[in-house]
């Protein structure tokens, strides 16, 4: 593209897969002083997180973790490889957000060896994060999300939150709190406490929502919120209209969602929230009846939206004991199978993510 204008040659460049575009780096200096530039990895990340997000699987099978990518309109699974050794070959991901995943190796049954990594799947780049100051809790664990006030070049800031909580009546129990932020590559503890009279042994979920981590609360349908610019909690208590038994928080559409579901009317709702400070935030979406199915309705336990057409992928238990990935189509109300076998529900976390050139090596973004 020699002798084009450089605002048509960005404009080229943004279209491209990310994949291609760190291949181009090395096609020449110029090259790699652009693509590595704030302004462009943020024009970047803005155009593709219009064109919609994709879906990441996260599944263990035989005792080994799997991430898949869901295919829209496919309906499969496209194995994905994040490139990293795990203890047993099993790890966990924490959440997704602006392109970066959140992964560790926290294991329930040996928590005190919990490794954390951040992990580009655009790029396939990955950085092992320095260990906490303090153990993670076997209970809450760890939370993930984007800070996205800016300064000195920068885009903003990927941190993680690590709340360790002591053993005791939850209505006093103890918590330590600390962060880490990408831009700093270090751990700061932070004097804000996770809120009193939250059982973490009734959270649910989380998902990374706008400058929030936001937890499902399934003891009185709430949310527990962690703001990572002003690195505090906050509670949200949902209308009564919502009070149901909240099994899932997930993104849809650009928009928080929850998946409710109502055992005295065997269905399931589907609310959605843009954003938070409105008067009344939460619109439903779908109710999805299985009334005439009600024996097999608590047979399927739901990991969250896949596309932004209304797909919805769960785990089929069966009777047998086995346990199958399916697809749900709300507006046809059918079922399908994906044909992947799974060793239990608590081992699967959909998250989206969206193409982006972040560097996670090397935090000193450009200005340019």
């Not at 928590?111 to 209970?139: C, D, M, Q």
């Not at 129990?173 to 973490?200: H, M, T």
């Not at 099994?247 to 929230?273: N, Q």
């Amino acid at each position: 593209m020699a002798g084009l204008p450089d605002e048509i040659t960005a404009d080229i460049l943004l279209r491209l897969p990310a994949k291609s575009l760190v291949r181009f780096r090395c096609v020449c200096k110029s090259w790699n002083s652009l693509l590595a530039s704030t302004s462009f990895v943020e024009a970047y990340r803005d155009r593709w997180s219009k064109s919609g997000d994709r879906y990441l699987l996260k599944y263990d099978t035989n005792g080994s973790s799997r991430v898949g990518i869901y295919e829209l309109g496919s309906h499969s699974l496209a194995s994905l490889d994040p490139s990293f050794n795990a203890n047993n070959g099993r790890y966990e991901i924490v959440s997704s957000s602006n392109g970066i995943v959140c992964l560790s190796t926290y294991d329930e049954n040996d928590y005190t060896g919990s490794e954390i990594f951040l992990w580009n799947p655009s790029t396939n780049e990955r950085r092992r994060l320095p260990r906490p100051h303090f153990l993670v809790s076997e209970l809450i664990g760890f939370g993930f999300g984007f800070d996205p006030s800016s300064g000195g070049g920068h885009l903003g800031d990927f941190k993680v939150v690590n709340v360790r909580t002591e053993s005791g009546f939850f209505m006093g129990r103890c918590s330590q709190v600390e962060v880490y932020s990408l831009r700093r590559n270090s751990w700061k503890p932070i004097s804000e406490a996770f809120p009193c009279g939250i059982d973490p042994e009734c959270l649910g979920n989380q998902v990374a929502f706008r400058n929030f981590v936001c937890w499902s609360y399934q003891y009185d349908a709430s949310l527990v919120l962690f703001d990572l610019v002003e690195e505090v909690f906050h509670r949200m208590v949902l209308p009564l209209s919502m009070r149901a038994v909240t099994e899932h928080i997930s993104l849809f559409d650009g928009c928080l969602s929850l998946i409710a579901w109502k055992p005295s009317c065997h269905s399931r709702e589907v609310w959605i929230m843009k954003e938070f400070g409105t008067v009344e935030p939460w619109t439903k979406l779908y109710t999805i009846d299985l009334s005439s199915a009600s024996s097999a309705l608590s047979q399927y336990s739901p990991l969250g939206f896949a596309d932004s057409r209304g797909i919805i992928l769960f785990v089929r238990s069966s009777s047998s004991g086995g346990q199958q990935l399916v697809s749900y189509d709300v507006e046809t109300a059918r079922f399908e199978e994906l044909g992947v076998e799974v060793d239990s529900v608590r081992s699967c976390r959909l998250v989206a993510y969206t193409q982006s050139l972040v560097s996670l090596m090397n935090t000193q973004t450009t200005n340019s």
